[in-house]
């Protein structure tokens, strides 16, 4: 991936992470796209989970290609990409469990994004789900984004699992700009305190200040419209998590804003030269 590609459609890549599996990240990324999509923004949301993707599960989709089928001659980017909603939110799928994805080294992930760049560019927004835990695969990938969305929930376990994650990309990828997402709480102070819990080991022992989200509450329509593949924010647009969701929504976008030129003038996916400098 050439430094040199420019970005005139200011599209912002975002990762979404976990580090813990279950706090509903993937189900997050895809109602976060609805709701920029509603607000009139043009969205490719990419399956980057390739252990366990299941975007297209949460959709009741069955597509015909995936991923792996962009490394075969022939096959081009529209081959690939799904609609979702008429006019701009758009879906790329990975395939579960394929060895040619899960050993993906660099250059062959810089070589497939390279690819896919010019499809890229035709989005305001670039949602990128991947996969739980701090692979190397995961954080590699993860690491070229402009917006790292760590999503956590107050569970003890996803706060330890979440700094690990932290921890390997400021250490090892020199990203230093998280910002957190608590899922699945019960009021907005559980979602504040434990941001305030992660923030506080963060600036202790990293010396890095990660940006407050906001918290999604935990709310019985959520698992209908997993049940239903339906998204929540199609589902069930008033109830209180889709409430939440949208205002988390509107926070990306504000972020959009003020990078503002800086995203035009410099590539949609950082490259290795860029990310270590």
Do not use: W
């Amino acid at each position: 991936m050439n430094t040199t590609e420019k970005n005139p459609n200011a599209t912002l890549s975002v990762s979404i992470l976990s580090g813990k599996g279950g706090v509903g990240k993937t189900n997050l990324a895809l109602n976060l796209g609805f709701a920029l999509f509603r607000a009139g923004h043009r969205l490719l949301v990419m399956d980057f989970d390739v252990g366990l993707a299941n975007i297209d599960v949460l959709l009741g989709l069955s597509p015909e290609k995936n991923l792996q089928d962009l490394f075969r001659p022939g096959v081009v980017a529209e081959d690939v990409v799904l609609s979702i909603e008429a006019g701009g939110f758009d879906f790329l799928p990975a395939a579960s469990g394929v060895p040619e994805l899960l050993e993906m080294d660099e250059d062959m992930r810089e070589a497939l994004f390279s690819k896919l760049n010019d499809v890229f560019s035709r989005y305001d927004y670039l949602f990128l789900d991947h996969g739980a835990g701090i692979s190397p695969n995961v954080l590699s990938a993860a690491s070229m984004s402009r917006m790292p969305i760590l999503v956590v929930t107050p569970e003890p376990t996803s706060l330890t699992d979440g700094y690990a994650v932290i921890k390997v990309l400021s250490a090892q990828y020199k990203v230093r700009n998280f910002h957190i997402l608590v899922n699945q709480v019960a009021s907005p102070r559980e979602a504040e305190t434990t941001f305030e819990r992660l923030a506080s080991a963060c600036e202790r022992f990293l010396r890095l200040s990660p940006s407050f989200l906001g918290g999604v509450h935990t709310d019985p329509a959520v698992p209908e419209a997993v049940r239903r593949q339906i998204p929540l924010m199609k589902f069930a647009p008033k109830c209180r998590a889709a409430q939440d969701i949208l205002n988390i929504a509107v926070k990306i976008h504000r972020h959009r804003q003020k990078l503002g030129q800086k995203l035009k003038t410099g590539p949609i996916l950082k490259n290795l030269l860029e990310r270590a400098s």
